[in-house]
Nanobody, 119 residues
C-alpha cells in the first residue's frame, strides 16, 4: 500500500493558476496509473486527469483540456497537476489516486486538498 499526500491547494482568482502536488510514501512501480479527481459540494467525485508512472499517455476530462496539465517527477515520487485559467467551477476538493494499470478500481487515495476559485 502507498500513502498519497496532496498539497498546493488554496484560494485563487478566476484566470489564475495553481499547482497541486501528490507525493507517494514510497517509489511507485511503473505499472501504476496515477490520477487526479475532484469533488465539488453537492456533486459526485469526477475524474480530472490521469497518467502512468512509467510515462506515456495522459488523458483529461473535457472540462479541463487545454487548461490543466498532469505530470510526474519519478525521482521525487511526486505527481503534479498544473491548473491554469482557473474558473469558479473548478472549485472543489482535489484528490490524487493510484491503481495498477488495467484494473478498474482506484485503490490508493490521498486526503484531498481544497481549491477555491473566487474573486
Amino acid at each position: 500500500q502507498v500513502l498519497l499526500i496532496e498539497s498546493g491547494g488554496g484560494l485563487e482568482q478566476p484566470g489564475g493558476s495553481l499547482r497541486l502536488s501528490c507525493t507517494a510514501s514510497r517509489p511507485t512501480p511503473n505499472f501504476y496509473a496515477m490520477g487526479w479527481f475532484r469533488q465539488a459540494p453537492g456533486k459526485e467525485r469526477e475524474f480530472v486527469a490521469g497518467t502512468l508512472w512509467g510515462g506515456g499517455t495522459t488523458n483529461y476530462a473535457d472540462s479541463v483540456k487545454g487548461r490543466f496539465t498532469i505530470s510526474r517527477e519519478n525521482a521525487r515520487n511526486t505527481a503534479y497537476l498544473q491548473m491554469n485559467s482557473l474558473k469558479p467551477e473548478d472549485t472543489a476538493v482535489y484528490y490524487c489516486a493510484a491503481k495498477k494499470v488495467k484494473t478498474p478500481t482506484w485503490t490508493e487515495w490521498g486526503q484531498g486538498t481544497q481549491v477555491t476559485v473566487s474573486s
